[in-house]
């Protein structure tokens, strides 16, 4: 059973530039949360997503970010015109059930912003 | 909204020591206390979990102990070996906000040969 999918593992953008990165769950999962790593610090919550519904996006930055979890295909956490400070590794994780509060992360989208 | 904190933020042992990182939550509801390992360029591993209804769990080599009233809850790794080298996370969630986790900043750990 493969873990949850990530990709891309590594992107670079420019100031001003869109990054998109994507999040397939672990197969049977229906969960799916976004969490965002500064250098030298923890993770911190953006979102939470099930099939076609944004839960719970109380972590999203106001501006610039979104998120969806479409019927069909991967989770997309999106931003727009990205600056220097939203270079960080972004993780998703995914669990099963509601309740069920386990959550499995994949390996993270490492975002460079020049 | 609920607050982990973590200590310490460093931790060096030698080879076979055991290794204990503590952690304090703020929210009196929160019900769910899991435990990852990172390592460089990784994604967390879940390692070990425990629920607002136990006080221990164990699991070979590394046990996790929760005291509801006091509010903390503490990673405890026995005979410690050198691929246990990583960062340690602990965290805390309540189901009624969709069981998202709250971290703790984190504990480098290192083993000695």
């Known amino acids: 059973n493969a873990g949850v999918m990530q990709n891309p593992r590594h992107l670079v953008r420019r100031r001003g530039q869109e990054a998109r990165l994507r999040c397939s769950p672990m197969?049977?999962?229906?969960?799916v949360y976004w969490y965002r790593q500064l250098p030298e610090e923890g993770l911190k919550f953006m979102v939470y997503?099930?099939?076609?519904?944004?839960?719970?996006e109380s972590g999203m930055p106001k501006e610039r970010f979104s998120a969806e979890f479409p019927k069909e295909g991967p989770s997309i956490l999106r931003i727009q015109q990205v600056v220097r400070g939203d270079s960080a590794a972004y993780f998703c994780?995914?669990?099963?059930?509601?309740?069920?509060?386990?959550?499995?992360f994949g390996p993270g989208t490492r975002l460079t912003v020049t | 909204g609920e607050n982990v904190e973590q200590h310490p933020s460093t931790l060096s042992v030698q080879e076979g020591d055991s290794a204990v990182i503590k952690c304090t939550y703020s929210d009196s509801a929160s019900n769910y206390f899991p435990w990852y390992k990172q390592e460089l360029g990784k994604g967390p591993q879940l390692i070990i979990d425990i629920r607002s209804n136990v006080g221990e769990k164990k699991d070979q080599r590394i046990a996790v102990t929760l005291n509801k009233t006091a509010k903390h809850f503490s990673l405890h790794i026995t005979e410690t070996q050198p691929e246990d080298s990583a960062v340690y996370f602990c965290a805390a969630s309540k189901e009624t906000s969709g069981s998202r986790l709250t971290f703790g900043e984190g504990t480098q750990l290192t083993v000695n040969p």
């Open positions: 994780a995914s669990s099963p059930i509601q309740g069920a509060e386990e959550q499995y």
């Open positions: 997503l099930q099939k076609e519904n944004i839960i719970d």
């Open positions: 197969k049977g999962h229906s969960h």
